[in-house]
């Protein structure tokens, strides 16, 4: 999931944005690698702790252009 638009005015505002943003991603992706962990190979587990890796690195990177754009 992307966020088209946020307009952070203050440091409550951003972290209430980032907390949302984490539990969409735990959600999503954590709950691949726990079944992974659970059920599937050494290289199911591996592909979804890559997946989950990948999402963080994307938020990261979505918050780091948007304060650039500032």
Do not use: K, P, W
Not at 3 to 30: K, L, P, W, Y
């Amino acid at each position: 999931m992307t966020i088209d638009h946020i307009t952070v005015d203050n440091r409550g505002d951003f972290a209430m944005c980032a907390i949302e943003r984490a539990r969409i991603i735990v959600s999503e992706q954590g709950t691949a690698l726990a079944m992974a962990a659970r059920d599937g190979s050494d290289d199911e587990v591996r592909s979804s702790g890559n997946a989950l890796g990948q999402a963080i690195t994307e938020a990261l990177l979505e918050v780091f252009d948007g304060l650039l754009d500032e």
